[in-house]
T-cell receptor
């Protein structure tokens, strides 16, 4: 069965600095999708970034980028130039070949002014 | 597009009562998911539908929970009878054939 692990329950970063959130997953599939979602205090789940496993190039969305290591089954999220509005819960998610999505336990990110 | 719509946003009910949560997915999306979020258990997938057909309901906690999708634009999650341990935020999400899910704002359920 597929699993998603986020080993950092909490992280903090100084405003304008860079932070990396870790995610590892376990699967026997070769083709799948990975996502990072953000959940601010408003509790609305917002997609941050998406990565297709068959693409070697790491996805980027403005200040957000991923380091996708398929062999290591690792999918970390880097946030550059952190802003106060980045403070939120971040969830790593894996989409299986049959379209089920499995979420990790989340990492709570605090941004220090 | 209005996004995924859930109602009610907040629900407070007494133990033993029936609770019905509603969801309107984004038009054109083939998939609909129901999640439950608690501090203890995180985000749990309860059930998901493809083209109105339930595909995987293995996450539904017990027989007190049921979900339906009578058409492409509406789904319900029902709890009968409700218990205090059902208190949580319930999310509905929809997605196109592949790719990311679009979440609704959630329903905060409190069972006293």
């Amino acid at each position: 069965a597929q699993t998603v692990t986020q080993s950092q329950p909490e992280m903090s970063v100084q405003e304008a600095e860079t932070v990396t959130l870790s995610c590892t997953y376990d699967t026997s599939e070769s083709d799948y999708y990975l996502f990072w979602y953000k959940q601010p205090p408003s509790r609305q789940m917002i997609l941050v970034i998406r990565q297709e496993a068959y693409k070697q190039q790491n996805a980027t969305e403005n200040r957000f980028s991923v380091n996708f290591q398929k062999a290591a089954k690792s999918f970390s999220l880097k946030i550059s130039d952190s802003q106060l509005g980045d403070a939120a819960m971040y969830f790593c998610a894996y989409k299986t070949s049959y379209d089920k999505v499995i979420f990790g336990p989340g990492t709570s990110l605090s941004v220090i002014p | 597009d209005a996004g995924v719509i859930q109602s009610p946003r907040h629900e407070v009910t007494e133990m033993g009562q029936e609770v019905t949560l509603r969801c309107k997915p984004i038009s054109g999306h083939d998939y609909l998911f129901w999640y439950r979020q608690t501090m203890m258990r995180g985000l749990e997938l309860l059930i998901y539908f493809n083209n109105n057909v339930p595909i995987d309901d293995s996450g539904m906690p017990e027989d007190r929970f049921s979900a339906k999708m009578p058409n492409a634009s509406f789904s319900t999650l029902k709890i009968q009878p409700s218990e205090p341990r059902d208190s949580a935020v319930y999310f509905c999400a929809s997605s196109p054939r592949t790719y990311e899910q679009y979440f609704g704002p959630g329903t905060r359920l409190t069972v006293t």
